[in-house]
C-alpha cells in the first residue's frame, strides 16, 4: 500500500521559513519523480516544485528563488523549504509521486499558516 505522509506544517510569521518533509513507502521511491502542491482556500491546487528521479528541479514563479526542494533517497523523503513566506503562501501543501508507469499518488496534505 502507497503511503505518502507530509509533515511540518504548522503557523509561521510572515518573513519566516518552514522545511516541510514526505515520508514515501509502498512505491520504489528512487525511480519516482516527486512534487510538492499546494491549495490555498477557494482555489485551485497547483505546482509549488517538482524533484525528478534524477535530481533535476523546477519551481514555480511564485516560489523560485526562495524555495528549495531535495530528496533523500536513503530515507524516501522528499523535503521542500521556503523562506520569505508571506500570507499568501498559506496552504494546505501536498506531496505527490510520479511513478516509472506514470501512476501519482498523493499525500494528505499539511496546513501551512503564514499569519502575524
Known amino acids: 500500500q502507497v503511503q505518502l505522509l507530509e509533515s511540518g506544517g504548522g503557523l509561521v510569521q510572515p518573513g519566516g521559513s518552514l522545511k516541510l518533509s514526505c515520508a514515501a513507502s509502498?512505491?520504489?521511491?528512487?525511480?519516482?519523480?516527486m512534487g510538492w502542491y499546494r491549495q490555498a482556500p477557494g482555489k485551485q491546487r497547483e505546482l509549488v516544485a517538482i524533484?525528478?528521479?534524477?535530481?533535476?528541479?523546477n519551481y514555480a514563479d511564485s516560489v523560485k528563488g526562495r524555495s528549495t526542494i531535495s530528496r533523500d533517497n536513503a530515507k524516501n523523503t522528499v523535503y521542500l523549504e521556503m523562506n520569505s513566506l508571506t500570507p499568501e503562501d498559506t496552504a494546505v501543501y501536498y506531496c505527490?509521486?510520479?511513478?516509472?508507469?506514470?501512476?501519482?499518488?498523493w499525500g494528505k496534505g499539511t496546513l501551512v499558516t503564514v499569519s502575524s
Open positions: 524533484i525528478g528521479s534524477g535530481g533535476r528541479t
Open positions: 505527490k509521486a510520479n511513478t516509472l508507469i506514470g501512476m501519482d499518488f
Open positions: 509502498g512505491i520504489i521511491f528512487q525511480a519516482c519523480d
